[in-house]
């Protein structure tokens, strides 16, 4: 059984390019994972892009993102097309 994805938007008012955070869930045959507080971001004139939740850290003195997990890279590429579609969707009806 392929892992189904379901996800959860919600608009908010925040810093630009900052346009959304949904949570993900991964459904499998015997359980399911949620990833919460993923971003979708958008600026003028461009397409919206989506992150998995990841966490700003400073290594001698160079300041970077390490994410939170690991999926491949199939079921991510899968996970973030899913996640904006949902935010297209739900930017189309307001």
């Known amino acids: 059984m392929a892992t189904k994805i379901s996800v959860e938007v919600a608009i908010i008012e925040a810093k630009p390019p900052l346009k959304a955070l949904a ?3 991964l459904i499998f045959a015997d ?3 949620t990833i919460r507080r993923c971003a979708v971001f958008e600026k003028p004139d ?3 892009w989506a992150n998995l939740p990841r966490l ?3 290594t ?3 300041k ?3 994410p939170f997990l690991d999926l491949s890279r199939e079921l991510k590429k ?3 097309n899913t996640l904006l579609d949902e935010y297209r969707r ?3 009806d307001r």
């Open 90 to 92: 739900k930017t189309e």
């Open 23 to 25: 949570d993900v869930k």
């Open 78 to 80: 899968r996970v973030l």
């Open 56 to 58: 700003r850290i400073e």
């Open 46 to 48: 461009a397409p919206p």
């Open 64 to 66: 970077e993102f390490v």
């Open 60 to 62: 001698n003195g160079k």
């Open 31 to 33: 359980g399911e994972i």
